[in-house]
């Protein structure tokens, strides 16, 4: 069975920093395209950043490029996601996505 548990979240101020977690089970992790995606208040989920099996080729969306790095380790079956200068507009529940499974998410709230 795929299970995917996500941590990190939080409340941080504008211009915070926050690293995100997603412990993953269920499934052959080291060859795995992965991706983060993130629900807002009131919308619809986002695609934030994806990265392929071997962790060498990733992608962003413009919202968060320069900001957010992913990041996998393939020998601990976890996924990460490094978010940087954060922005109010960046407050949602993130999930890890592992082809059309998400885990139950972890909030991240940016406010002063």
């Known amino acids: 069975e795929v299970q995917l548990v996500e941590s990190g979240g939080g409340l941080v101020q504008p211009g915070g920093s926050l690293r995100l977690s997603c412990a993953a089970s269920?499934?052959?992790?080291?060859?795995?395209?992965m991706s983060w995606v993130r629900q807002a208040p009131g919308k619809g989920l986002e695609w934030v950043s994806s990265i392929k099996a071997s962790g060498i080729s990733t992608t962003y969306a413009d919202s968060v490029k320069g900001r957010f790095t992913i990041s996998k380790d393939n020998a601990k079956n976890t996924l990460y996601l490094q978010m940087n200068s954060l922005k109010p507009d960046d407050t949602a529940v993130y999930y890890c996505?592992?082809?059309?499974?998400r885990g139950q998410g972890t909030q991240v709230t940016v406010s002063s």
């Open positions: 996505q592992y082809a059309i499974r």
């Open positions: 269920g499934f052959s992790f080291r060859f795995a395209d």
